[in-house]
């Protein structure tokens, strides 16, 4: 509830290195996460920073909040390792009910990623490829929905 | 922070004069209405005059009120029974015809999953369309009704959007065809104001908890001759169609809020009306926000809108937190993730009815709160959109 009241990190990073759009058939959600990727002193890739847009409903306002907290300054392997049972965690728990925004959370965010890496020309890891394929199939489904608006 | 209260289609608060219609009833004059010693003689008479003020209200016969403890119940039991009497009379003719039933596509769930289950059963359903105002077309009605049709139930106004259903009309068509007429009037009861004989009722639903009265009490007329089967079966109470200790402080609580209602309906209908249409002028000041349901034919209590690019929960969360309850038809409440069945119904588009936002007035709302709510809303619908990836004004 404190992160719904005062959602951290929201908006638009201009030129960002990756952009993750996810949208939940059945509620109708929409979250956009923006990444800008630095290096860290061990010279690992690192997420420099990250916003987030969302269409949607308590939880997933506060998830979209909760995950850019969860990965701001972590290194992409470590962020990539997170899952849906982090953010509910780090929440304070969701109704049931409510998993599939923690779902849409880490979607976003690998869907960020996977974005990054493509712009930057980079070699895409299989299982990322694969999470993708499955992302993709249900956000073509949502955009069409959206499409009057998005324009 | 002053709580504000702006859901009274959900419930109301027991007014005090049905508190202290009620009281008697809990400890002193507690006996079952089918003892026969004085205990019993006291609660059946505390019954029966309640039934009666009922019977007075909507031009019934006593005999002809059946009180259970809620619409819900209520409106089973007419779906329900209706279909397993007409099962029976059925049989013994044509022993393979089940009946048909026609209901609108904004009914309340207890109506259309009454609907469904039977559906399940074997009888045949239509669900008939509304226009984008909400409103069925009797003539939709008429054109629906086949040889196998045992009943129609369209409510008498929306809990979502409050559009008023034109059921005199449809009573009209229904007593013309020999089909049994239903109405839910949840919302409307104690409202506007109701004749069942002019309206060519046969069956009406009506709630105690929506009018200021305790909940766990409801009522079905049914008019003398209807076949109808009970759904409770037990000792004999409500004329064989409902067993079930009888609940006299809630019926005799719910008797008392109506007679208040009757009482200050017309001064109360004007109040209301009138601070409704002043919020409704101020919230489609606000971009991209619309009306649903029909902007004249509506409940004096009920306005409820729809917001582009707003998300309805977050928008009935951030009114909690300035403390205004209002409530969303819409998805992703905590229990359905569906978009409100009502508002698709009305040709909104899934992501359309997902924004929705209903405002019901009642009794203790005072324009103070009205203006407080017309103060907060437009601040709170921009904050979501700063949020939403769609919708920025830029």
């Known amino acids: 509830m404190a992160t719904f009241k005062n959602p951290h990190n929201y908006g638009k990073i201009k030129n960002a290195d990756g952009i993750g759009k996810v949208g939940n058939i059945v509620c109708g959600d929409v979250m956009w996460l923006y990444i800008k990727v630095g290096k860290n002193k061990q010279g690992e890739e690192i997420i420099k920073d990250i916003k987030f847009e969302t269409f949607g409903c308590v939880a997933a306002i506060s998830t979209s909040s909760i995950i850019t907290d969860l990965v701001k300054g972590k290194t992409i392997k470590d962020a990539l390792k997170i899952t849906k049972d982090n953010v509910i965690e780090s929440l304070g728990g969701l109704p049931k009910i409510k998993y599939h925004c923690s779902v849409l959370a880490v979607d976003a965010l690998i869907e960020a990623i996977y974005d990054y890496f493509k712009k930057s020309k980079k070699p895409i890891p299989s299982d990322l490829q694969k999470k993708h394929e499955i992302i993709q199939k249900s956000k073509d489904i949502i955009e069409k929905r959206y499409e009057k608006w998005a324009k | ?394």
């Open chain 2, 1 to 394: 922070m002053k709580k504000i209260y702006l859901d009274y289609a959900a419930t109301t608060p027991v007014d005090k004069r049905v508190e202290k219609a009620m009281e008697p009833f809990l400890s002193e004059k507690f006996g079952n209405t089918m003892s026969l010693h004085s205990f019993g003689q006291e609660a059946k008479l505390a019954l029966e005059n309640s039934r009666q003020v009922f019977a007075d209200i909507i031009n019934a016969k006593s005999n002809e009120i059946i009180f259970t403890s809620s619409a819900t119940e209520s409106n089973n039991l007419a779906l329900k029974g209706v279909a397993s009497a007409s099962r029976k009379a059925a049989s013994a003719k044509a022993p393979a015809s089940q009946g048909h039933i026609i209901i609108s596509s904004i009914e309340h769930p207890c109506i259309a999953e009454s609907a469904k289950w039977l559906k399940r059963q074997g009888f045949e359903i239509t669900k008939l369309p509304v226009d984008k105002y909400g409103l069925v077309n009797p003539k939709d009605v008429k054109n629906a009704i086949t040889s196998k049709t045992i009943l129609v139930s369209v409510m008498h106004a929306s809990n979502e959007i409050g559009t008023i259903e034109p059921i005199a009309e449809i009573g009209k068509i229904c007593k013309g065809k020999g089909i049994y007429f239903h109405t839910d009037a949840s919302q409307s009861f104690g409202k506007i104001t109701i004749d069942v004989k002019k309206m060519n009722i046969d069956l009406l639903t009506a709630s105690s908890h929506k009018i200021y009265g305790p909940k766990g009490a409801g009522l079905l007329y049914i008019r003398s001759g209807v076949k109808i089967d009970p759904i409770l079966h037990g000792g004999g109470q409500e004329n064989g169609l409902r067993g079930s200790t009888v609940n006299v402080p809630a019926i005799v609580g719910f008797a008392k809020a109506v007679e208040i209602c009757q009482k200050e309906m017309a001064r109360e209908g004007a109040r209301l009306s009138k601070l409704r249409d002043k919020l409704i002028k101020s919230v489609l000041k606000i971009k991209g926000s619309h009306l649903n349901g029909h902007p004249k034919v509506r409940l004096a209590n009920n306005a409820s809108f729809w917001f582009e690019f707003v998300e309805g929960e977050s928008l009935i969360m951030r009114l909690d937190l300035e403390g205004i309850a209002c409530s969303t038809g819409s998805a992703c409440s905590s229990f359905k993730l569906e978009p409100s069945e009502v508002l698709l119904a009305t040709g909104l588009k899934p992501q359309e009815a997902h924004g929705s936002l209903r405002v019901s007035l009642g009794r203790f709302t005072t324009e103070k709160e009205i203006d407080k709510l017309i103060k907060v809303l437009p601040g709170i619908v921009k904050k979501i959109r700063e949020m939403s990836p769609y919708g920025k004004e830029n």
